[in-house]
């Protein structure tokens, strides 16, 4: 919003006033990050889901790229490897989500010494445009719990093991 300076002179919105007041925002594209360091996602969920907030500033139209790397959890077999593009329009700071399709599937192998039966994988952020910058959080783990492996079915008694006794008549 335009205003007046103490003198009276009308001053261009955001420009700061002879007191101090009134000043721009440091950055008015914003900066882009993610909203957590770390996700958990349980055993039989489908999909890790992460959000990107866009703060400080919501001017223009602006853009981040995104993508997964291997950690402990190896793409095709614990999360599907995914990249691409979040956009913000003109005035928008709505956050945004990138979703990590998890297999149904993920179940087996081997505890991991360190980690036991949770992978993990990292998400990133990268390639800003459109003036924004990238905010203090531009990567996160996510923490993906594996299934262990069903155990096989157990008779109790082994093969050949006699029938159980009917019960007394009363």
């Known amino acids: 919003v335009a205003g007046r300076d103490n003198a009276g002179a009308l001053e261009p919105a955001g420009a700061v006033d002879k007191g101090g007041k009134g000043a721009a925002p440091a950055d008015p594209h914003g900066t882009v990050s ?6 958990h996602v349980a055993a039989r969920r489908a999909s890790a889901v992460l959000a990107v907030q866009r703060a400080g500033g919501a001017r223009g139209a602006v853009s981040v790229r995104f993508y997964t790397s291997d950690g402990t959890a190896r793409a095709g077999a614990d999360y599907t ?5 979040l956009v913000w329009g003109d005035g928008d700071a709505k956050p945004k ?3 990590v399709a998890l297999p149904a599937d993920r179940a087996g192998g081997s505890p991991l010494a360190a980690g036991g039966w949770t992978r993990f994988f990292t ?3 990268s390639a800003p445009t459109g003036g924004a910058r990238l905010g203090t959080q531009t990567h996160a783990a996510v923490e993906v719990d594996i299934a262990p492996p069903a155990a096989p079915p157990s008779d109790k008694g082994g093969k050949g093991a006699a029938p159980a006794a ?3 008549p009363r």
């Open 166 to 168: 009917p019960a007394a």
């Open 97 to 99: 989500e990138i979703e």
């Open 123 to 125: 998400v990133s952020l």
């Open 81 to 85: 490897a995914k990249t691409g593009t």
């Open 34 to 39: 993610l909203v957590e360091a770390s996700v």
